[in-house]
């Protein structure tokens, strides 16, 4: 399958953010690596992304921030605003970094960077085995391509990045992610003339409903809208211009301003989706890497958007993961005489630090995520009341808590 002569030592399964920031970690540690995808090209539709302080300080590690910060502007201040209580907070971002970037611009920007030949298209991955000889991972393509250890090449490392149906996930024993009964609508609207929106992440909420905006940059601005309790099914909802019909007839009690901005919408940027999430127990509980494999980003913690985190982890998984792997994987020098069991030891090292140093951190932010989804995708008092009882014990009450961290130096 790899051209003569090609030495791969690391198989990332999925090109969405944590594939690719994986792949760019490892390249920057000068470790080859191959980027199988299931799609034809390169996934760029969808509409923003918000990435705080610890994203940036990711992407920096990864030498790709300048250039995206380039293609947004900086957040200054966030406003919350309860509608019927007339009440509103202010949280400054002078010294916390938060931009909404474009989801194609950051996809874009970190598979731009990677050498070519990286990321394999149309390549889907069916199944995965264990070659008996080698005891390193077998992966089956759904075109009947079987992809195992120095058949072609050493593959020695197989990263599971594909997302909330992960293959990789499913190998090691997790099960199936879960859904709240709610859903997060967003888009873009533009406005060629200049909007007048300031810098400002501003956050509305009645008892109903939960509306975000924020700008990408002086001409263009990101929105979200989300329930506040558990909503019907809209799975009937497809077509953008319905989507969009009924976020104005749901908005009716919301400032004219912002419909106004939800019917200036761009239609193809107008996106539907249900939350789902891996439970944190699942985190805790569970083998989040065996031998050679090992998952990151959505594939291990799925979470609902509720604090923006869920891509910013992901970046900084890449880096702690390709931090960790080039700290134990043998120089080229010593790749011949090292025998396979030293090399599954030393991978295995590589992946039980990375998951050791990962684990605490993700488990906090989707213990934080699954107490807001609890909130607002139950009907029961008693249920609500304990999950705020247990989110003012444990977490800050802070748009930007989870933003003060840093994942440390590639
Ligand atoms: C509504 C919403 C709003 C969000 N807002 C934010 C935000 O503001 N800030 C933030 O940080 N995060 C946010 N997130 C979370 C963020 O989008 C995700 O955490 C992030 O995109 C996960 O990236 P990933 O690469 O792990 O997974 P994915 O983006 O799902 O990528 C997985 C890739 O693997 C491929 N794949 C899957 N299976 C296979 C297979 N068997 N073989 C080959 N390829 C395969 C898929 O085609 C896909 O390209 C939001 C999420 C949602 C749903």
């Given at each position: 399958m790899d051209s003569q002569g090609e030495y791969q030592n690391v198989v990332i399964v999925g090109a969405g953010i944590c594939g690719l920031a994986t792949a760019l970690g490892l390249h920057r540690k000068r470790i080859r690596c191959l980027v199988l995808e299931k799609a034809a090209s390169m996934r760029t539709e969808g509409s923003g992304i918000d990435i705080f302080a610890?994203?940036?300080?990711?992407?920096?590690?990864?030498?790709?921030?300048?250039?995206?910060?380039?293609?947004?502007?900086?957040?200054?201040?966030?406003?919350?605003?309860?509608?019927?209580?007339?009440?509103?907070?202010?949280?400054?971002?002078?010294?916390?970094?938060?931009?909404?970037?474009?989801?194609?611009?950051?996809?874009?920007?970190?598979?731009?960077?990677?050498?070519?030949?990286?990321?394999?298209?149309?390549?889907?991955?069916?199944?995965?085995?264990?070659?008996?000889?080698?005891?390193?991972?077998?992966?089956?393509?759904?075109?009947?391509?079987?992809?195992?250890?120095?058949?072609?090449?050493?593959?020695?490392?197989?990263?599971?990045?594909?997302?909330?149906?992960?293959?990789?996930?499913?190998?090691?024993?997790?099960?199936?992610?879960?859904?709240?009964?709610?859903?997060?609508?967003?888009?873009?609207?533009p406005y060629p003339d200049g909007h007048?929106?300031?810098?400002?992440?501003?956050?509305?909420?009645?008892?109903?409903?939960?509306l975000g905006r924020v700008p990408v940059d002086d001409r263009l601005v990101h929105w979200f809208i989300a329930p506040m309790n558990p909503f019907k099914d809209l799975n009937d909802l497809k077509d953008p211009k319905l989507i969009r019909d009924f976020a104005v007839e749901l908005l009716q009690k919301f400032p004219s301003e912002v419909i106004e901005m939800v019917k200036a919408s761009d239609l193809s940027?107008?996106?539907?989706?249900?939350i789902s999430y891996r439970p944190p127990w699942q985190l805790m509980l569970n083998d989040l890497w065996r031998?050679?494999?090992?998952l990151a980003g959505d594939a291990m913690h799925v979470m609902g958007p509720f604090l923006g985190q869920g891509g910013c982890a992901s970046i900084e998984d890449g880096v702690v993961l390709a931090r960790c792997i080039s700290q134990k994987l043998p120089a080229d020098s010593e790749c011949t005489v090292i025998s396979d069991k030293e090399l599954h030891?030393?991978?295995?090292?590589?992946?039980?630090?990375?998951?050791?140093?990962?684990?605490?951190?993700?488990?906090?932010?989707?213990?934080?995520?699954?107490?807001?989804?609890?909130?607002?995708?139950?009907?029961?008092?008693?249920?609500?009341?304990?999950?705020?009882?247990?989110?003012?014990?444990?977490?800050?009450?802070?748009?930007?808590?989870?933003?003060?961290?840093?994942?440390?130096?590639?």
């Open positions: 610890n994203g940036w300080r990711a992407l920096d590690q990864l030498r790709v921030g300048t250039e995206l910060r380039t293609k947004s502007i900086a957040v200054t201040e966030i406003h919350e605003q309860w509608l019927e209580e007339n009440r509103m907070r202010v949280f400054p971002c002078s010294n916390v970094e938060v931009r909404c970037v474009r989801r194609k611009d950051l996809i874009e920007i970190l598979a731009n960077n990677l050498p070519a030949n990286t990321l394999r298209f149309n390549c889907q991955i069916t199944a995965i085995s264990t070659d008996p000889a080698t005891s390193f991972p077998v992966l089956h393509t759904s075109d009947g391509m079987v992809i195992k250890a120095k058949w072609f090449s050493l593959l020695q490392i197989v990263i599971g990045c594909d997302g909330l149906n992960s293959i990789v996930a499913k190998s090691l024993g997790l099960v199936m992610p879960k859904s709240f009964p709610t859903w997060v609508l967003r888009g873009f609207t007048s929106f300031g810098t400002f992440f501003y956050r509305i909420r009645n008892k109903h409903l939960f940027s107008i996106s539907l989706r249900y031998g050679t494999m090992v030891e030393r991978i295995e090292a590589a992946l039980s630090d990375y998951v050791k140093e990962r684990k605490l951190r993700v488990i906090g932010l989707s213990t934080n995520s699954y107490l807001i989804g609890s909130i607002t995708g139950t009907s029961s008092w008693v249920k609500k009341l304990l999950c705020i009882i247990i989110l003012v014990l444990f977490f800050k009450d802070s748009p930007l808590c989870h933003s003060d961290y840093d994942c440390g130096k590639l």
